[in-house]
């Protein structure tokens, strides 16, 4: 059996990523991946599932009002589940079950914890305001991976009928993660301007996210990924009074963020129309 080193888990990391994960979860996940990769067979599935089970106890600890036990589970939570997706691509024993058993957890876990958060708080207050901060957050986030792929398949549909190529990173995207983990230079049509003009980004941006390349961040630096980190690790270790205005916050920074990049798309579409039948089912389909 092969033995790996923290440089081959290092390896596995995603080329960019949320500044939450490259900064607050990458640096234990990957200490942690490397004896679990050495020293046990567990596959990255059973992670997924135990990623769950954690998920669940976060819930419930939500919905007892042990909100800094709830923000610790969450928060293991996501770095196990990101330590399965290390375990895949160091071993390759990735499957396509495993990538859908990875997807519906993620959601399971969100509704679960935002049940949970709305709950202890309503039993505890009786302040209704809780239970529309947990509808509130479970919409938003399946609204965000409903629509992502959506929007996915629209943008390779017109490409597809105009026979144009991918721009260069976007088949690295996973559907999943489409289009909202783009980075700043994909979100921008870079085709020639009428008069032969390319579009280019404006220089501070271009620096931008030249610098953000640089320590594997996205240039958009409000996702699904950094909104779960506010509501339901940052806000319960801040105590009860912060529930309610960090979930806010961070629900309105990543409406802004899928209104832009529906706004994009809806640009995209108005200069490259889809005429064919089988193009329009394909998107609907």
């Not at 597809?160 to 909202?180: K, W």
């Not at 108005?270 to 089988?278: A, C, F, G, K, Y």
Request: glycine share 8%.
């Amino acid at each position: 059996m092969r033995t790996y080193s923290l440089d081959d888990v290092y390896e596995t990391r995603k080329r960019r990523d949320s500044w939450w994960t490259v900064y607050f979860v990458d640096p234990v996940a990957c200490r942690v991946a490397l004896p679990v990769a050495n020293r046990t067979r567990i596959t990255p599935n059973g992670l997924t599932v135990f990623s769950l089970v954690l998920g669940m106890v976060s819930a419930a600890c939500f919905a007892l009002d042990q909100l800094v036990a709830g923000a610790l589970m969450f928060y293991l939570s996501f770095t196990i589940d990101c330590v399965d997706g290390k375990i895949a691509r160091l071993k390759g024993t990735g499957t396509p079950f495993g990538l859908w058993l990875d997807y519906v957890g993620d959601r399971v876990r969100v509704v679960l914890c935002a049940g949970g958060l709305a709950y202890g708080q309503y039993v505890l207050t009786g302040d209704v305001r809780y239970v529309v901060l947990g509808a509130a957050v479970a919409v938003l986030d399946l609204f965000r991976y409903v629509n992502a792929p959506q929007m996915k398949r629209v943008r390779e549909a017109v490409r597809e009928e105009r026979g144009e190529p991918e721009l260069p990173g976007e088949d690295t995207v996973p559907l999943e993660c489409a289009p909202a983990d783009l980075d700043l230079h994909l979100l921008v049509e870079r085709g020639p301007r009428p008069g032969g003009r390319r579009r280019r980004l404006p220089s501070f941006f271009r620096r931008l996210n030249r610098f953000l390349a640089r320590h594997r961040v996205r240039s958009h630096l409000i996702s699904g990924i950094e909104f779960h980190a506010a509501v339901f690790v940052v806000a319960p270790l801040a105590g009860a009074w912060a529930l309610i205005p960090l979930a806010m916050a961070a629900g309105v920074l990543l409406l802004a963020n899928e209104i832009f990049l529906v706004y994009r798309m809806w640009l995209f579409t108005r200069r490259h129309s889809v005429p064919s039948q089988e193009s329009r089912e394909h998107v609907l389909v």
